[in-house]
């Protein structure tokens, strides 16, 4: 099945554009890929942009991934602000 995405980066925009036209008014987006541990890189990059909220994917929310943690998980916990977990799994 193809989307069209080129990427993930393309994908996370997609979906934080969603969010923001569901909450309506006027939002600034801004995206970012930051190196190191995902987690912890996500809510570095959150407090450094003085972030209201995080949209992540929950790809990787199965399986084992639910009982040992994930980074959407890991982000939930940790976040200085709202996070949305977009669903993201595409079922093959």
Known sequence: MTNGWSSDADKA??????????LGGDINITYSVAGGRRADAR????IRKEARVIVVGNRRMRG???????????????????????STYDAD
């Open 43 to 46: 809510i570095r990059e959150a």
């Open 13 to 22: 925009e997609h979906v934080a554009r969603t969010v923001a036209d569901t």
């Open 64 to 86: 084992i991934g639910r009982v040992l943690g994930s980074a959407a998980n890991s982000v939930a916990h940790s976040a200085p602000c709202d996070v949305y977990i977009a």
